[in-house]
């Protein structure tokens, strides 16, 4: 199976604001009606069914082939997607850039859009009567699973919220959509992929890094994205390598346990200079980007003064690293990449 993968160009809030902010995108107000029908691409004849799927709340059996799959929270509809299988709803966050693009290659109407806030997209997803949903990188609740559960078997994440890594995701939807083998496919493909788009970019693997949201806000500390977090995971997948810092325990004892997404820790503000590393890529929000600069916010960290500070606006590239998807990786190699080897260049020379 050939997967279409097609090029396009291109922290203060939770790790849900980030998605949810997606929502606020051009593309994603460009289909809020129901798509049509006869373009749906379901799954094909060829998937093995019937599947058992385990996820945090047990395990369900998917008897036959699906054909029309709802999505909730982050991947599961990119994942649907790189299979070149197109749901019938998903998020409205969901509508990014990376979808946006392979879906025209697919030559298929925008999914149904519905809110982020699961309990107020039930409706809408019971409306749409799909035989499927898919929520393997989302925040769903024991209450919500249960509630959704009446309308179509339902296959949840493996554990923390909005923290499945990207291989997993690949692994759960596409055993889910009875295509094991053409996920395995699709992680190797994947795996391939980023090495080969640091391979023009000598600078760049074995640069160390940090993944730091920075607000504007007075006296907010920095969020440090640890080990366990979807960012760091992906970007040492491209060959960089996490700071020595997230491992110590003095900032192992400073994480946030909130159960709401990738583990962080709050390093404070006035301590920039323990902030050692070759890289450090600064999560932002876009708006905010000339008042930071003004702040010189990391003005005492070594890798400010060497210049290799790269920026992550929260709306497309913090999110593509968030959502942990085959697609999005392939749009980050394409548009991000590039970046990170420029600062790589600076932290060397």
Not at 39 to 54: D, G, I, K, L, W
Not at 151 to 168: C, E, F, H, M, Q
Not at 254 to 265: K, N, S
Request: proline share 8%; charged share 20%.
């Amino acid at each position: 199976m050939t997967h279409h993968f097609r090029s396009t160009t291109g922290s203060g809030p939770s790790r849900r604001s980030v998605l949810l902010g997606l929502a606020a995108l051009p593309v994603a107000l460009t289909a809020c009606s129901s798509p049509d029908e006869s373009a749906v691409q379901a799954v094909p004849p060829s998937a093995e069914f019937p599947v058992t799927v385990r996820h945090s709340f047990g395990a369900t059996v998917i008897k036959s082939a699906p054909q029309r799959i709802a999505t909730i929270g982050a991947s599961s509809a990119d994942v649907c997607l790189s299979l070149e299988v197109v749901p019938v709803g998903m998020p409205g966050s969901n509508a990014t850039p990376w979808f946006v693009v392979e879906l025209a290659e697919l030559s298929s109407p925008m999914p149904m859009l519905y809110p982020d806030e699961v309990d107020l997209s039930i409706p809408q997803i019971k409306n749409l009567e799909p035989d499927l949903i898919l929520a393997v990188n989302s925040d769903l609740t024991q209450a919500q699973y249960d509630e959704l559960s009446e309308i179509a078997p339902v296959v949840a994440g493996p554990g923390a919220p909005l923290n499945t890594d990207w291989r997993t995701s690949v692994m759960m939807v596409a055993q889910a959509l009875g295509q094991s083998r053409e996920g395995a496919e699709l992680e190797e493909e994947t795996t391939e992929y980023m090495a080969d788009s640091v391979s023009d970019y000598p600078d760049l693997p074995g640069t160390t890094f940090l993944f730091v949201g920075l607000s504007t806000a007075l006296g907010a500390d920095f969020e440090v994205y640890g080990e366990e977090s979807n960012p760091v995971r992906i970007l040492e997948d491209f060959g960089l390598v996490a700071g020595p810092l997230i491992s110590t325990p003095e900032a192992q004892a400073l994480l946030v346990a909130d159960g709401m997404g990738p583990v962080t820790f709050q390093w404070p503000r006035d301590r920039g200079a323990a902030l050692d590393t070759d890289i450090v890529i600064a999560s932002i929000e876009r708006a905010q980007r000339e008042e930071l600069d003004e702040l010189n916010l990391l003005a005492e960290a070594p890798a400010e003064a060497r210049g290799s500070v790269a920026y992550a606006t929260r709306d497309v590239y913090t999110a593509a690293l968030e959502t942990g998807s085959p697609l999005g990786i392939r749009w980050l190699g394409r548009n991000f990449i590039p970046e990170l080897a420029k600062a790589a260049y600076y932290a060397e020379n």
